[in-house]
Every structure is written in structure tokens, then in C-alpha cells.
């Protein structure tokens, strides 16, 4: 794999492949109140329209795509524990305590509320997010993810997956990451793989997010029924916070993805109110359709164009 560094070397081939001029791009840091910092990138040079969280074992590079076509300012975070930003000492990181950290770093970010849009874990912690700090949120957008969904299908293969955390080589990782179908083509999984591991010291591979170290502890550990499920993006709030959102709510639900068609009926009956959008898509929906869910998130924008 290619050794640059630079976090943005990929946009310009990325920009050129749907045709759009490349935008400003940086990453910004805010340091919490706890002395965790919580990072993020930030695309366009005035203030985000749209703020995008990644699901659990991902970080903010997995929008680069959906951010190019939508062509508006936008923010994408790390979630703790993910991409640069820091990892919780607690190891607790559900929405609700993910959503306190953006909601304490937002408005130095952004002096609008701003479209939230949030894949798998992150849609739980959009919906966090809005339930509690609804100055802050205009719409929420949450991508195939809902506290209803089966965790012994999709959410337990990544659990399998992450069951190594460390490699001799980026390579290996690849390679790994293939064989389980992640990542779509190999230039897509190397640059996911770019953007979430990190070379230790002795020349080892592993994963930045602490997620996938968890998994390693659970799976070493004697009487693994008896550990927590490390990453785990279903909560027992997760219904109480999309029932306190008080801004339009839309479910898009990937048709190749986690969310049931049943579990999308269970959504409707809870939630009547909010709008529901398929797309021929797998979970990761901004990666496999990006085009399609720009369009989505534009319709919710203030030109809607």
C-alpha cells in the first residue's frame, strides 16, 4: 500500500471520480471539559450545514464520498474512541454519552442548527443528540439503524471481524477486511484501511478505534458469555430518545443492510411521524451509495437543491 500520510491524499482521485471540484478541507479539534479532545473533519470554508457521525469501528473519512456529492459545508466527527479523537477510560460509549460530547463541541463549530446525520451507532447518538439539545439540531437523518434491529446477524459478524487487532503489514489487514466483504473494491479497502489503523512503534498493524481492542479482550477472556459485547450500538434508550426528537425524523433504511423490512414496520408504528427512504444499498450506505444519500440529506437542506 502507498505511504503518504496525509489524510487528505485520496480526495483529489475521489473528487475527480464524480466529477466535482475538490472543496476546503481541514481537521479541527475541540478539547472537552474532561480533557478528552474530540476531533473532526470539516469540509467548505463557512459554517457546516450538516453534521455527519460514523457507526461503531468507522470514523469521519467514511463520508469523504456522500460529503463530495453533496457539494454543501460539512462536518464529520470522530466519535470518541474512534479516528483522533480520544478514547473513553470508562469504555462506555453509548449515544448518550456521545452525543454529550457533540453537544458540548457544536457550537464552536456551528452558530445554526445544523442537518445531523448518523450511520448505525451514529444515528443512535444523533438521535441522543437532538432528544437532548434540540437548539442544536434542525433535522435528524439516521442510516439503517434502528434499537429494534437483530444483533445476532450483522452486528455479530463485525464483532467476529474485529476479533484481531493487530497485523504484521496494512496488507494483511486488506486482505482480512476482503475476505469478510467489507469494503468494496480493493482500492476502497485500502484506503478504509489507511484511514482506520495506525503503525505501532515495533512496525505492527492495528486498529486506531478502540472498539476493535475491545473485541480482542472480550474474545481472549475465559467465559466470554459472561463479557459485554464490545461495540454494541443497541441501547435500552435508544426508542426514548427517537421518541423525544422533536425535529423531522427520517429513517433511511439500506435494502441490503441491518435494518428488516420488519423492523422498519416497528419504526413506523413507534414513530408515525417520521419518514422512511430505502436505498439499494448495504449497511454502510455512504460509502456503497453516496450519490443517493447526498440526495436524501439535500433535500433537507434550507435551498433543498
Known amino acids: 500500500m502507498p505511504t503518504d500520510t ?28 474532561d480533557g478528552r479532545v474530540l476531533s473532526a473533519l470539516r469540509f467548505g470554508e463557512t459554517e457546516p450545514q450538516v453534521v455527519l457521525l460514523h457507526g461503531a469501528g468507522l470514523n469521519a473519512h467514511t463520508w469523504d464520498t456522500t460529503i463530495l456529492h453533496l457539494q454543501r459545508p ?11 479523537s480520544s478514547w473513553r477510560d470508562d469504555l462506555d460509549y453509548s449515544p448518550r454519552n456521545l452525543a454529550a460530547d457533540i ?40 442510516v439503517d439503524i434502528t434499537p429494534g434491529i ?72 475465559p467465559d466470554q458469555a459472561a463479557q459485554p459485547a464490545p461495540g454494541a450500538v443497541l441501547n435500552a434508550t435508544g426508542w426514548d430518545d427517537l421518541s423525544g426528537v422533536t425535529a423531522p425524523l427520517t429513517l433511511v433504511r439500506a435494502e441490503r443492510g ?25 449497511h454502510n450506505v455512504q460509502e456503497t451509495a453516496p450519490g443517493r444519500l447526498a440526495a436524501q440529506i439535500r433535500a433537507h437542506l434550507p435551498d433543498g437543491m
Open 6 to 33: 496525509s489524510e487528505f491524499r485520496y480526495l483529489p482521485a475521489q473528487a475527480l471520480s464524480v466529477a466535482v471540484p475538490v472543496p476546503a478541507a481541514d481537521r479541527v479539534e475541540f478539547a472537552l471539559a
Open 74 to 84: 460539512a462536518l464529520a466527527v470522530d466519535l470518541a474512541g474512534h479516528g483522533d
Open 103 to 142: 453537544a458540548e463541541a457544536l457550537p464552536h463549530w456551528t452558530s445554526t442548527p445544523v442537518v445531523v446525520v448518523g450511520q448505525s451507532l451514529g444515528g443512535l447518538t444523533a438521535a441522543a443528540l437532538a432528544s437532548t439539545h434540540p437548539e442544536l439540531v434542525s433535522d435528524v437523518i439516521i
Open 150 to 221: 437483530d444483533a445476532s446477524g450483522g452486528p455479530a459478524e463485525l464483532r467476529e471481524f474485529f476479533r484481531v487487532a493487530e497485523f504484521a503489514s496494512r496488507d494483511e489487514l486488506v486482505e482480512r477486511a476482503m475476505a469478510f466483504g467489507l469494503g468494496g473494491s480493493r482500492e476502497d479497502t485500502e484506503r478504509g484501511v489507511f484511514f482506520n489503523s495506525r503503525i505501532r512503534d515495533d512496525g505492527r498493524v492495528e486498529w486506531k478505534h478502540h472498539f476493535a481492542h475491545l473485541a480482542a479482550q472480550v474474545f481472549a477472556a
Open 258 to 282: 441491518y435494518v428488516t423490512a420488519q423492523d422498519a414496520d416497528d419504526f413506523r408504528s413507534r414513530l408515525p411521524h417520521a419518514e422512511i427512504v430505502e436505498i439499494d444499498a448495504t
